[in-house]
């Protein structure tokens, strides 16, 4: 009998384990630039991915998991965060199967460091 609970709390714990979902994390990115690393997220979260808006010229994003009540919607950032100074609108679009929330397959990163880059050169060198 204790063999046969043995074997079913196994089988539990592997059914509990196979459905966390794997997601993406960023904590905050710029211009495609977003540092990511692999989390598992907790029951009842998807993966989602955000984008905003700020200062009307700066692309920010966030990855990570979000609760599926909380799933694709709009929001305000404030800051400092308890004030009613609205910095940039937040949209957040979920998925829900591992790693779907990647970056793009296309990066302006590189491009971006290359172009700062050349700049601070050209602004030393005059």
């Given at each position: 009998m204790n063999r046969i609970l043995f074997h079913l709390f196994a089988v539990g714990v592997c059914v509990a384990v196979g459905h966390a979902l794997q997601c993406y994390?960023?904590?905050i990115g710029f211009w495609n630039l977003c540092i990511t690393k692999k989390i598992m997220c907790d029951k009842g979260e998807h993966c989602f991915t955000g984008k905003g808006f700020a200062a009307g010229f700066v692309d920010v994003t966030i990855k990570g998991c979000l609760a599926e009540l909380e799933c694709n919607s709009t929001k305000d950032v404030n800051f400092p965060s308890s004030s009613n100074t609205t910095i940039y609108k937040m949209t957040k679009t979920c998925c829900n199967s591992n790693l779907c929330n990647a970056a793009p397959e296309k990066s302006g990163g590189p491009l971006f460091l290359a172009t700062v880059?050349?700049?601070?050169?050209?602004?030393?060198l005059v």
């Open positions: 994390e960023c904590k880059a050349a700049l601070l050169v050209a602004n030393m």
